[in-house]
């Protein structure tokens, strides 16, 4: 009997596809009656968690996060939960000292994660090296990842050896992370197949169809031995997420691979998700246009989201005229900041800074605070080397940090801890504050002021790190 090569399939309807399409806004509520069938589907993995699904069941969905995770893992008790988590960032914008980071993934394993993707802006590995170390003492699988990006200075042995360097680190697998949906078929072909030769760990791959071509990258990365991709079910699928589950299911039975996939699960699972997805095209949050490939973006390399971000401060600024100039100062910042890959915070950083340099009518006349903490290497280590004059402009004498940005940085925890006591001592309400000060705080009051709020209160075990 032929065994037939398996490609794993990990479903983002409750992430990525959520947070790419309609902003994260699905409710537990809404989705909760198909979690049963998520589970008996036969996927790898089910990412719910995790990127912007914390912040925005704090900020929108008046949601518990860790609840939502609990829940979710009462249901879902043969597919592994993933989530996604931004190295020494944990989900927030800034890094954060060990404690913090290990703590909160104590928790999120505790609360059902079994899967952790973590991934650095910068790929500096220094930057994922704590998460990845709690996530395996936890005895959760620690997945290294690769962000992927196109310059001159990225190439597919630069990759490769990132790929050996998570090995090395003990990541159990490895994902290459193509969110801006830059990466060709051909090179995807030949980007998995290096890795699958100098690697022994699975190879996953996650990109989005932004710019119209990952189906393509898909197969050729499965051609080339990826072990599993990243898909959507197809009600909510595609343009800025992920190709649809039921097709690459059926295009990769039709070639000879097992997904493992029940089709008639798929089915169930689509019809279910219909009417939500006509619910947010008529609230207007899914709005037609981001379910449209852009394939000028493989032009400009400029994401979707980075792209609105700089109309809406060139509109404040009355300056709408200019967005062209502003577009064509982008690839000139992120060649003077050594090419780092347009994800957040990198995206918003390189966007605003080309705004600037445009505005002013000098280039960098006025640097970011933001930016003059990259070149002080608080982001960690630019991919390429930072422009001289752009370094001298953002520190003057100052000179760069050498080390771990991270490892400067005091226990947070605690002090934490003391800030809310009035609100909340619950270890997890902690954690959400530290993450999201703010709209925790307005979360928590907001729960302490209406005790009629339904809400199943999660006794823990103490979680000392
Ligand atoms: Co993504």
């Given at each position: 009997m032929i065994t037939l090569k398996k490609v794993n399939?990990?479903?983002?309807?409750?992430?990525?596809?959520?947070?790419?399409?309609?902003?994260?806004?699905?409710?537990?509520?809404?989705?909760?009656?198909?979690?049963?069938?998520?589970?008996?589907?036969?996927?790898?993995?089910l990412e719910c968690w995790g990127g912007a699904t914390f912040d925005s069941c704090l900020r929108y969905l008046n949601e518990d996060p860790w609840e939502r995770l609990s829940k979710i893992k009462s249901v879902v008790t043969k597919t592994p939960l993933?989530?996604?988590?931004?190295?020494?960032?944990?989900?927030?914008?800034?890094?954060?000292?060990?404690?913090?980071?290990?703590?909160?993934?104590?928790?999120?394993?505790?609360?059902?994660?079994?899967?952790?993707?973590?991934?650095?802006a910068l790929n500096d590995y220094r930057n994922i090296k704590v998460a990845m170390d709690e996530t395996k003492k936890q005895g959760a699988h620690a997945q290294g990842t690769i962000v992927y990006t196109?310059?001159?200075?990225?190439?597919?042995?630069?990759?490769?050896?990132?790929?050996?360097?998570?090995?090395?680190?003990?990541?159990?697998?490895?994902?290459?992370?193509?969110?801006?949906?830059?990466?060709?078929p051909n090179i995807a072909y030949d980007l998995v197949k290096n890795i699958k030769e100098n690697v022994k760990i699975p190879v996953f791959l996650h990109s989005h169809c932004t710019n119209g071509l990952a189906e393509m990258s898909y197969l050729k990365a499965v051609e080339a031995g990826v072990d599993g991709i990243d898909s959507a079910i197809s009600s909510l699928c595609s343009g800025t997420a992920q190709p649809p589950t039921e097709s690459m299911h059926y295009a990769l039975t039709s070639a000879g691979y097992n997904t493992n996939l029940d089709k008639d699960k798929l089915t169930i699972i689509n019809n279910f998700f219909k009417p939500i997805r006509e619910h947010f095209i008529s609230s207007g949050r899914l709005d037609p246009k981001v379910l449209t490939p852009r394939p000028e973006g493989l032009i400009n390399q400029i994401p979707g989201g980075m792209l609105s971000n700089m109309i809406s401060q060139l509109k404040a600024q009355n300056s709408l005229d200019k967005l062209d100039s502003v577009l064509a100062e982008v690839p000139k910042v992120r060649k003077d900041l050594g090419y780092p890959p347009l994800v957040t915070p990198m995206s918003q950083m390189v966007g605003t800074q080309a705004t600037v340099n445009v505005l002013t009518g000098e280039r960098y006349k006025m640097i970011l605070k933001e930016v003059k903490a990259y070149c002080r290497g608080e982001y960690g280590k630019a991919p390429g080397e930072?422009?001289?004059?752009?370094?001298?402009?953002?520190?003057?004498?100052?000179?760069?940090?050498?080390?771990?940005?991270?490892?400067?940085?005091?226990?947070?925890?605690?002090n934490a801890k003391k800030e809310i006591s009035e609100l909340s001592t619950r270890e997890e309400d902690i954690l959400s504050y530290l993450s999201f000060p703010q709209i925790a705080k307005e979360f928590l009051s907001n729960r302490n002021n209406n005790p009629s709020v339904e809400y199943t209160r999660i006794e823990t075990k103490s979680t000392a790190v």
């Amino acid at each position: 009997m032929i065994t037939l090569k398996k490609v794993n399939i990990t479903e983002t309807i409750l992430r990525d596809a959520n947070q790419s399409l309609i902003a994260t806004r699905m409710s537990f509520d809404q989705f909760a009656p198909i979690l049963k069938e998520l589970d008996n589907a036969g996927y790898y993995s089910l990412e719910c968690w995790g990127g912007a699904t914390f912040d925005s069941c704090l900020r929108y969905l008046n949601e518990d996060p860790w609840e939502r995770l609990s829940k979710i893992k009462s249901v879902v008790t043969k597919t592994p939960l993933q989530m996604l988590l931004r190295g020494q960032n944990i989900l927030g914008y800034k890094h954060y000292p060990d404690d913090v980071v290990r703590r909160f993934i104590k928790m999120a394993v505790y609360h059902g994660i079994d899967i952790i993707r973590i991934f650095d802006a910068l790929n500096d590995y220094r930057n994922i090296k704590v998460a990845m170390d709690e996530t395996k003492k936890q005895g959760a699988h620690a997945q290294g990842t690769i962000v992927y990006t196109v310059s001159p200075i990225h190439d597919v042995d630069n990759y490769t050896n990132l790929a050996k360097q998570l090995e090395n680190m003990g990541a159990d697998s490895i994902c290459i992370k193509d969110m801006a949906g830059l990466l060709m078929p051909n090179i995807a072909y030949d980007l998995v197949k290096n890795i699958k030769e100098n690697v022994k760990i699975p190879v996953f791959l996650h990109s989005h169809c932004t710019n119209g071509l990952a189906e393509m990258s898909y197969l050729k990365a499965v051609e080339a031995g990826v072990d599993g991709i990243d898909s959507a079910i197809s009600s909510l699928c595609s343009g800025t997420a992920q190709p649809p589950t039921e097709s690459m299911h059926y295009a990769l039975t039709s070639a000879g691979y097992n997904t493992n996939l029940d089709k008639d699960k798929l089915t169930i699972i689509n019809n279910f998700f219909k009417p939500i997805r006509e619910h947010f095209i008529s609230s207007g949050r899914l709005d037609p246009k981001v379910l449209t490939p852009r394939p000028e973006g493989l032009i400009n390399q400029i994401p979707g989201g980075m792209l609105s971000n700089m109309i809406s401060q060139l509109k404040a600024q009355n300056s709408l005229d200019k967005l062209d100039s502003v577009l064509a100062e982008v690839p000139k910042v992120r060649k003077d900041l050594g090419y780092p890959p347009l994800v957040t915070p990198m995206s918003q950083m390189v966007g605003t800074q080309a705004t600037v340099n445009v505005l002013t009518g000098e280039r960098y006349k006025m640097i970011l605070k933001e930016v003059k903490a990259y070149c002080r290497g608080e982001y960690g280590k630019a991919p390429g080397e930072i422009n001289n004059e752009v370094m001298k402009k953002a520190l003057g004498n100052e000179t760069p940090i050498e080390g771990r940005y991270a490892s400067t940085l005091p226990p947070a925890f605690e002090n934490a801890k003391k800030e809310i006591s009035e609100l909340s001592t619950r270890e997890e309400d902690i954690l959400s504050y530290l993450s999201f000060p703010q709209i925790a705080k307005e979360f928590l009051s907001n729960r302490n002021n209406n005790p009629s709020v339904e809400y199943t209160r999660i006794e823990t075990k103490s979680t000392a790190v």
